[in-house]
């Protein structure tokens, strides 16, 4: 199949079929280029408050070197833990100029998860909203963590924006817990310290790993993917041959409610939206959709990054329904399937596509995307980007042809380098000289989309046959009654398992026997859940994917 690559027939005019990995030695050297090229223009606003990339630029620069003039050397670990806020670009840059490998963590993470992540990356510095900072403090004996600098929400907002945000964050709304963490410094004073010394230059190769990217351990524990520089230049590149031909060069307004700590919004927004020269719109908190639309309303935005359940909420939003969809020219979803009744809808009422993507972290994490010129296919994660090969294979690995369905195999130079420490891990996860194993079950039509059939360990077995989520999900999503839903499987006595779906409501009025008709309409019998439970509100991770696995583990044995 790598051979024979049938997607190439289906790349738009304007497409190539292969990018050079190669063309920088580093993320830097990219950046450096970017910086230069594009200094007046703007590249970040948060909460009205803009920066350039000239200040970008000279902001990490200072970092860096306060960085260094703390000790800390090439290859040592720093954490960034914060959502979406002016501070995050600058610490990146800041950290990776100073030769670190950044540790992007999840700032809703437990004490129990950031001790795991901390001691498995061996991080010895930390940029901390000061939000989570009392988490930090129950488990910082347990780390290896000697630098810590926090940040206020409004920290880079200006007088008197920073006070009054500060104020409201901290007094009114009680999110920030009492700390007591020892030799810190806020992030406006390493600013201005790092004023005061010279930066040591870091030359990066481009097999060197600058990232460990954790998976998301919906399905297990996370673990470190180490990402090259090789394998974000290549995975940005691959985005920008994709999009770019569609899109005009420093001109684009980018809306990026995904928080940046999530590879999804790292790699194709902070990196490659960036380096187009592209304006980033940072939600902080994405679960305030008013927030979303009035970010969105008030920049003028022509291109959307997000998952399925945040493009159902905007749908379901008065204000987004009423809002001018003039400027926007593409809507990129990933991270979770995109379901059609929301795809359908999104095009009808914004006249813009819903281009679904697929990746993982472990390919940096773009892999397939759908065409953003209007000739992409609902239903399907589209087509494999420049330089990237997909096969599908059987349990005896055996690749199967067009309409077969197994396990979505994957090479390209975005692949992983592999786990942190999990050498075990890593031979499990790419084999046969560089093929990363999905865990995701898809099949490949005869003009070379593909299409996403379930995760391998979320599939139900009801008396032998194989039911997918996904399809059970998408046909009740299509119910003018149901705002979410999520399916999974349970123990049955009789046919080992049946399915039972968990419904938040768009109307009061749905009932059970509702949902039961309609599934028996749309579904075959095996595949009607046997029971319907409604919630007030689904579990979600972080960027809003639905957990299947909580809901199973609350299930009794």
Request: include cysteine; charge should be neutral; glycine fraction near 8%.
């Amino acid at each position: 199949m790598s051979e024979e690559r049938p997607w190439l027939k289906m790349y738009p005019p304007g497409v190539s079929a292969n990018i050079n990995p190669d063309t920088y030695p580093n993320l830097l050297s990219l950046f450096d280029e970017t910086f230069k090229k594009y200094r007046s223009k703007k590249a970040f606003t948060c909460m009205g408050k803009t920066l350039t990339f000239a200040q970008i630029d000279k902001m990490s620069n200072n970092f860096a070197a306060y960085l260094q003039s703390r000790g800390l050397e090439p290859n040592d670990k720093i954490a960034i833990m914060m959502p979406n806020l002016l501070q995050y670009p600058i610490a990146l840059f800041g950290a990776l100029r100073a030769g670190l490998i950044i540790v992007n963590t999840n700032p809703l993470y437990t004490p129990r998860e950031m001790l795991h992540q901390f001691k498995d990356s061996e991080v010895k510095a930390i940029v901390i909203a000061e939000n989570f900072a009392a988490n930090l403090e129950k488990i910082l004996d347990e780390t290896n963590i000697k630098t810590i600098i926090t940040t206020s929400i409004g920290e880079l907002l200006g007088f008197p924006k920073r006070y009054v945000v500060n104020f409201v964050v901290r007094r009114l709304k009680k999110m920030v817990p009492k700390y007591d963490l020892p030799n810190t410094v806020n992030f406006l004073n390493a600013l201005k310290q790092g004023r005061q010394f010279n930066l040591k230059p870091h030359e990066s190769k481009p097999e060197d790993v600058i990232i460990h990217q954790y998976t998301g351990g919906t399905t297990g524990v996370s673990k470190g993917a180490m990402l090259t520089n090789r394998n974000l230049v290549a995975n940005m590149l691959q985005i920008r041959a994709w999009m770019f031909p569609f899109l005009e060069e420093a001109e684009e307004v980018a809306l990026c409610p995904l928080p940046m700590y999530h590879i999804f919004a790292f790699t194709v927004n902070c990196l490659a939206f960036m380096s187009f020269g592209t304006l980033n719109v940072l939600v902080t908190n994405a679960r305030d959709i008013d927030s979303v639309v009035k970010a969105m309303n008030s920049n003028k935005v022509s291109v959307i990054t997000g998952v399925n359940t945040l493009f159902n909420a905007l749908l379901n939003n008065q204000d987004f329904q009423q809002s001018d969809f003039s400027k926007l020219k593409a809507t990129v979803g990933g991270g979770m399937a995109v379901q059609r009744p929301v795809a359908e809808k999104w095009e009808s009422l914004t006249g813009t596509p819903l281009t679904e993507g697929y990746g993982m972290t472990e390919a940096s994490p773009v892999v397939t995307v759908n065409p953003i010129d209007g000739t992409g296919r609902i239903g399907t994660i589209g087509l494999p980007i420049p330089s990237t090969d997909i096969r599908v294979v059987d349990e005896q690995s055996n690749v199967l042809p067009a309409g077969g369905v197994g396990e979505i195999q994957v090479k390209g130079p975005q692949v992983m380098k592999g786990y942190y420490n999990k050498p075990s891990e890593t031979q499990k996860t790419i084999i046969d000289g560089g093929w990363l194993c999905t865990g995701d079950i898809g099949r490949m039509h005869e003009d070379g989309f593909f299409e996403i059939v379930d995760r391998k360990k979320d599939m139900i077995l009801v008396s032998g046959f194989n039911v997918f989520p996904n399809e059970i999900e998408e046909v009740i999503a299509g119910h003018p009654k149901v705002m979410e839903v999520a399916a999974i499987g349970v123990a049955d006595k009789k046919s080992g398992e049946v399915v039972k779906v968990f419904i938040v409501k768009k109307d009061a009025s749905l009932t059970k026997n509702e949902v039961l008709q309609y599934c028996k309409e749309n579904l075959t019998g095996y595949k009607v859940p046997k029971q319907v439970e409604f919630r007030e509100e689904l579990p979600k991770t972080n960027v809003g994917k639905i957990l299947r696995r909580a809901l199973r583990e609350e299930e009794p044995a």
